[in-house]
């Protein structure tokens, strides 16, 4: 293996065309960059360690929404009270470890950097799995 300064994520990112769903880079860093048009579906994947299913809490979250949340599961249940309106309704998957964000049907206002952290049975902790920064743009 070889160690690169981490200003090399920068020259060097790795490039994934998933089209038509959207475009993945993967930078040498824990936040991979996803770039989408207006109008598609994107799906932020997020697996709890171990594939666990003693999940009991999931925090969906983007930067720019203070204390509110993408999507926030806690205590067996999905709770709405705190999280932002504009992703009520919007797609989620939760099975077997599996809490991956589906956003459909999206704007250049869904752009920014999400983070997914689950809370687990077995760790008894918050652990940050995902990081994305995605950017909706025009055609």
């Known amino acids: 293996s070889v160690d690169l300064p981490a200003w090399s994520a920068m020259l060097f990112p790795l490039y994934f065309d998933l089209s038509p769903l959207c475009s993945v880079f993967f930078l040498l860093s824990d936040q991979k960059i996803i770039t989408a048009e207006p109008g598609q579906n994107v799906m932020l994947p997020c697996r709890a360690p171990n594939n666990s299913s003693s999940i009991t809490g999931v925090e969906w979250s983007r930067a720019d929404l203070g204390d509110e949340y993408v999507l926030l599961y806690r205590d067996e249940l999905f709770d709405p009270d705190y999280q932002h309106p504009s ?16 956003l459909k049907n999206v704007t250049i206002n869904d752009t920014g950097i999400y983070k997914c952290r689950v809370f687990t049975g077995e760790t008894r902790s918050w ?12 055609k």
């Open 87 to 102: 992703f009520k309704n919007r797609d989620r998957q939760m099975k077997d470890g599996d809490v991956s964000l589906i």
């Open 127 to 138: 652990e940050t799995i995902n990081t994305f920064n995605l950017t909706v743009s025009g």
